[in-house]
T-cell receptor, first 116, second 112 residues
Framework: GENVEQHPSTLSVQEGDSAVIKCTYSDSASNYFPWYKQELGKGPQLIIDIRSNVGEKKDQRIAVTLNKTAKHFSLHITETQPEDSAVYFCAASFPPYGGSQGNLIFGKGTKLSVKP | DGGITQSPKYLFRKEGQNVTLSCEQN?????MYWYRQDPGQGLRLIYY???????QKGDIAEGYSVSREKKESFPLTVTSAQKNPTAFYLC???????????FGPGTRLTVL
């Protein structure tokens, strides 16, 4: 079955440094890869996503890269700020057609701490 | 404002009691989901519904039940058969044709 591995589980960086979180997925049929940010006691918020027909996507200080051949994708945060501190989840989805319902399978999360 | 609401934010239950968690959305989304989140774990799918009056079990459905009588509402009942119900419960919704899931603020359930 579908599985998503996420590393590292915790990450501590100095303010202004870059942070990179990596995920691998098991099923080559996955075609949608969102990243969520979850602050303490709140629901996850979508911060960026990428589809399998794109290799890289950027939104200001956040970027996501996708390597379909290797079945891994990464989140890059540049110029980190204390307010970036949160838990980040990656996810992979099956396509919505065929036998799958298009559900998301989530990684176990990375707790990012940005030290001022 | 459009969005997903969950209530209550905190819920306490005695062992042996059933409790129902509310999830409402006004985004006109067809699909709705319930996830369970435990410390150090990802989000695990309990139940999902692609359309009114239809729902399917997720990976950890045992001890839970749902209904989908209205498009806007997808309540989750945690039954006494769920042996370890203390967790953070998240509801989400999405357009049937898309994959972006929007999450509610969550309900923290504690069994006393």
């Amino acid at each position: 079955g579908e599985n998503v591995e996420q590393h590292p589980s915790t990450l501590s960086v100095q303010e202004g440094d870059s942070a990179v979180i990596k995920c691998t997925y098991s099923d080559s049929a996955s075609n949608y890869f969102p990243w969520y940010k979850q602050e303490l006691g709140k629901g996850p918020q979508l911060i960026i996503d990428i589809r399998s027909n794109v290799g890289e996507k950027k939104d200001q200080r956040i970027a996501v890269t996708l390597n379909k051949t290797a079945k891994h994708f990464s989140l890059h945060i540049t110029e980190t700020q204390p307010e970036d501190s949160a838990v980040y989840f990656c996810a992979a989805s099956f396509p919505p057609y065929g036998g799958s319902q298009g559900n998301l399978i989530f990684g176990k999360g990375t707790k990012l701490s940005v030290k001022p | 404002d459009g969005g997903i609401t969950q209530s209550p934010k905190y819920l306490f239950r005695k062992e042996g009691q059933n409790v129902t968690l509310s999830c409402e959305q006004n985004l006109n989304h067809d699909a709705m989901y319930w996830y369970r989140q435990d410390p150090g774990q990802g989000l695990r799918l309990i139940y999902y519904s692609q359309i009114v009056n239809d729902f399917q079990k997720g990976d950890i459905a045992e001890g839970y039940s749902v209904s989908r009588e209205k498009k806007e509402s997808f309540p989750l009942t945690v039954t006494s058969a769920q042996k370890n119900p203390t967790a953070f419960y998240l509801c989400a919704s999405t357009l049937a044709s898309g994959n972006e899931q929007f999450f509610g603020p969550g309900t923290r359930l504690t069994v006393l």
